[in-house]
């Protein structure tokens, strides 16, 4: 698409001065300006009838069941809205559990058939749909886009601008500061940048000054071109984006215990530990457990490794997964880390076992053992 970030700059410097639109812009620097120095003393407080501060309250993180509009959040990108480009982009949560982190989203950008009577110098029609997936961690948040575009461009002192559609995708990610805290509300400050690449396909516009009409080519061009874009936007919400965020599902925090305490049997069922134990067992101290107690006799040493780690870690393990308030799902996912964790100990015990013979082999050359 033709509208990347250092046309968007140009566009708006000389928009704001063509159609003397420049003082709306200036109240916006300074209405962002007011809410970034008013945030130290709002965020988190909201004054009472009385006029007394008092904590804020919000119904997502105090009642049970969630209103419908705490589901919902409605933002607008500043940046666009200096170039004059009025959009709105609505998000909903994916799921109604407190601990959702997936929210999807839907953008509109409407800006069409600015000029009336003369041709003018510079022409910005936009249509944009996009829809977009996000996953938040916590106020930081990754996520995915595609895009349909319409658009009429033509920039100041050119002899020629654009006019087509295009398709695109790509992938944004940003992050949202709590910004102004209200009795029932909220507003945060969005900062973010997409990156994507857009196939458009355009024919080029002349604009005919003595006959006040454009005119346009007949054969049209085609392109992929990469698509940045930046933003700064507020996001209102019945929750802020500090309180929203940031719940755990207790499920996964039990999923994560389990799996931490296999994780701990595990690391102290381990061929070293094996070593010691056997050599705790005997009355002197060999230096080769393989050599000294099993007479070199690899098979035997395999299969009482292998017995170790069965009674050590796998019965362990999979007792207290049976044991636990798991779902059925859960437990089977666990039992597959087990497995996977038995197959990963005995692929290091061999590593240690062909190091133990070949240490033997060379300390004792005359004697001959089992592999």
């Not at 959040?73 to 009025?86: G, R, Y």
């Not at 020629?160 to 992050?175: P, R």
């Not at 005119?215 to 507020?234: F, M």
């Not at 965020?245 to 389990?258: G, I, M």
């Amino acid at each position: 698409m033709f509208c990347n970030v250092i046309e968007n700059a140009y566009i708006c410097l000389n928009f704001c001065e063509k159609v003397s639109m420049f003082k709306y812009s200036w109240q916006l620097v300074v209405l962002c300006a007011f809410l970034a120095w008013s945030r130290p003393v709002a965020w988190g407080q909201v004054s009472g009838p009385s006029g007394n501060t008092a904590a804020s309250t919000s119904s997502f993180t105090q009642s049970a069941k969630p209103s419908f509009l705490d589901y919902f959040a409605v933002k607008t990108n500043l940046l666009e809205w200096t170039a004059v480009v009025p959009n709105i982009s609505v998000m909903a949560d994916l799921s109604g559990q407190p601990w959702n982190r997936s929210v999807a989203a839907l953008t509109v950008k409407y800006r069409w058939k600015t000029q009336d009577g003369f041709l003018p110098s510079m022409v910005l029609n936009l249509f944009e749909l996009r829809p977009e997936y996000r996953y938040y961690l916590h106020q930081f948040y990754l996520g995915g886009y595609a895009a349909y575009d319409s658009f009429t461009i033509l920039l100041p002192n050119k002899p020629s601008g654009w006019q087509g559609t295009a398709w695109g995708a790509g992938v944004s990610c940003g992050w949202e500061l709590p910004l102004y805290q209200y009795k029932k509300s909220a507003l945060d400050l969005e900062l973010g940048i997409s990156l994507g690449a857009h196939y458009n396909q355009h024919v080029d516009v002349v604009p005919d000054r003595e006959n006040n009409v454009f005119l346009y080519t007949e054969e049209p061009s085609c392109g992929v071109l990469p698509y940045p874009e930046l933003r700064a936007a507020l996001v209102w919400r019945k929750t802020s984006v500090k309180d929203k965020y940031n719940k755990v599902n207790p499920s996964q925090a039990l999923y994560d215990r389990e799996w931490e305490a296999i994780l701990i049997n595990y690391n102290a069922t381990t061929p070293e530990n094996f070593r010691a134990m056997k050599k705790g067992n005997l009355k002197v101290y060999q230096t080769s457990v393989f050599r000294d107690l099993y007479g070199g006799d690899a098979q035997a040493y395999r299969a009482d490794f292998e017995e170790y780690l069965q009674a050590g870690f796998v019965e362990i393990s999979l007792s207290n997964i049976a044991h636990s308030n798991l779902d059925t799902k859960s437990k089977n996912k666990l039992r597959r880390k087990v497995a996977n964790l038995r197959k990963e100990a005995m692929d290091n015990f061999e590593l240690a076992l062909q190091e133990e013979i070949a240490e033997t082999y060379r300390s004792v050359p005359s004697r001959t053992y089992s592999k």
